[in-house]
Each structure stands twice: as structure tokens, then as C-alpha cells.
């Protein structure tokens, strides 16, 4: 067979999740919610099917849904996302990422990825025959917007920019944004902006989209996923919103990839967007389960990081122990009964730092056990 991606082993989040379930430890590593979405959302897809809507939805996804994306995002951002033109749903943010990254660079292309990187950044760049340049953030886990310049080459044709950003939490300020567009513009630049964690935002600072700056907006390809906001990651279900001719592109992969994405959902997801209140309510219910597992793990030696947005915490455990992040990870999974990923499983290279994060997506009784075995065992 040709060998795609030699040097790529399995995903950490399912390397750890199986080490989880092996030793019987409490999942605070791969990101998802361990409890039931909302039933409202539930009945919304039961009836979907019952009325009927189970074959194909048009490619670019089911209309209603697309126009209750793009009055979202048009209310919230100041957009003028047209909802036939520019908006497309997707098999979730992975799906939308991948293709955006097609649609925008090819062979010899170098596209920017800011490290610590969510995972499939780097082979979906790979797979578009592109390179991907890491551009480590600084100490604190701030974009630093000087090596980001000076990693620019004649060659770079576009950056992933990810906020509220997994794994550190860190939220992108306003200023960011204008350090980016003047960036994008003096080199021409295509943005993929994962914003996935959009609606997860704390302390009352607000989500800096590309969608909100008009020099950005064009030349974004803006990736979300219902499975985070709405807790139904297993469903699968996104979108990306993008102006015309990016979308155009996007659209001429996206046909001959996933074609059209899981009709039902589409329905009960654009249904239940009706209402604004489950995901105008999703920070402040993320903020309570970061407090609640904060105060817990203020009993422990580890070292809580700032956690401005996402549902995960990440903590320097130096203070406990010198071993290498992954092996760090597999001993508290194995040893204190707590799984969390191991950051080096975000970067290109080894890394020096003693940092893993933990998911909090979880119920308090999770929560609870968790940080009693944190405690006991640290
Ligand atoms: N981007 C980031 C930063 C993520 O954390 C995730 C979820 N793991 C994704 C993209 C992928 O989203 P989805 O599960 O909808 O494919
Ligand atoms: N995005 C999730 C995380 O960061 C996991 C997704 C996956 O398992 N690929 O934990």
C-alpha cells in the first residue's frame, strides 16, 4: 500500500480513552460529555425521522438549518453570511477542517498551525500535500504574534487559528484579531478559524470570531460543531461558513467527500436552534463545573493554568513529578485512577514542559471522584 502518513500513530484521545476504560480510571482525557443531551433535542430527532426526513438532504445540508446558522451568526457577529451561498454542514468540525485545508493549499504550500495544535491539523495539512509550520505559543499560552510573522515565508499560504483554544484554554482577544488581519493582509493569507468552543467562554469576555472583523471574515473559512455546544459530539454534525468563492471551493470537495451529512440530526438541530437559551446558558454552565473542579483541585500540588474558555483544564504537575508528559499521563491513569492527555500529544516536536490537561465536560459526581483520587493519590 502507499504509505500516507508514515509517521503518524494512533490519535491520543483514543490511546488514552482505551487506558481509561482498561484500568477502570475516572475519563478526564478525551473531550466529551458523560451526561445526557438535552431531551428536548432528543425528541426533535425521534420526530425527524418519524416525519420522514431520512434520505438525502440537499449537499450543501438541510436549508433550515443552514438559515439558522447564518441568522446566528449574522445576530451575533455582525455577518452578512447568506444561508443558500455560504454557509455548508458538515460531518463535524474534523470534516470541515480537513476540507477547508484542501480547498485553500496544495503541494508546497506551508500553512501556520499554533502550537500547542489540536491533532488533526498537522495530517490534514499533510494529506493536502502542504507542509505545516508550528509556531509555538509563548510560555503563558498566548498566540505570539512576532514568531508567527517571522515563521513567514514566501511559501505560506495559510494559518489555522483556534479559539477558545484546546488544549490550554486561552480565549483570543480583539487585539489578537488585529494582529492576525494585518498579518493575513500583508501576505495573502487563508484563516481556518476552529471555533468549536465558540459558545464556551468565561469570566464574561467575549468570543473574538473571524466572523465579527470584516478583513478577516473574507478570507476565513469558519469551522464550528454542534457536537460541543449542544453535548452530542457522537452526532457528528457542523458546518462551515465561508464567503462565496470559498465556499464555492469548499463545496467542490466537500461533494466528493462526505456528499451530505446525516439528514435527521440536521432537522432536530435546526429545529431546536429555535430557542437561543441552551447555547446562550452553555459558558455559564462550563464556568460552574471549571470552578467546582478547580477548588477541587486546589488540594492537590498541581498547578492550575488559567482556563478562559473550552471545557478542559490544563495543570503543570512538576511539583509531583519529572516524568515526560505521555509517560506522566499513562502513571495518573494507571496508578491514581484519573486519565488526562498529555499536551506533547499537541506539537510537532518533544517538548520540555510537564503539562496535561483534564476534561471537565463531566457531572459533578465524575467531577467529585475524580478529585478525591487526585487528592489521595498526588
Ligand atoms: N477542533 C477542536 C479544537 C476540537 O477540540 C475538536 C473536538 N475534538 C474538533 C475540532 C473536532 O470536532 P468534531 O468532533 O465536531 O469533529
Ligand atoms: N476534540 C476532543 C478532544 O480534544 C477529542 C476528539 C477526538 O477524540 N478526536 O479531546
Redesign the pocket.
Known sequence: LPTKLPHTGTTIFTVMSALAAEHGAVNLGQ?FPDFGADPALLQALTDAMAAGHNQYPPMTGVPALRQAVAAKLNSLYGAHYDADRDITITA???QG?ITALHACVGAGDEVLIIEPA?D?YDPAIRLAGAVPVGVPMTADYRIDWAAVQAAITPRTRALVL?TPH?PSGRVATADDLQALAAIAEQHDLFIVS?E?YEHMVFDGAQHESVARHPALRERSFLVS?F?KTFHV?GW?V?FVAAPPALSAAFRRLHQYTVFTVHTPSQHALAAYLADPAPWQALSNFYQAKRDTFRTALAATPLKLLPCEGTYFQTVDYSAVSDLPELDFARWLTTEVGVAAIPLAGFYQRPQERRHVRFCFAKREDTLAEAARRLVAGL
Open positions: 473531550g463535524g468540525g474534523t477542517l489540536y488533526s483556534n484546546n476552529d468549536v460543531s457536537g459530539t457528528k457542523g
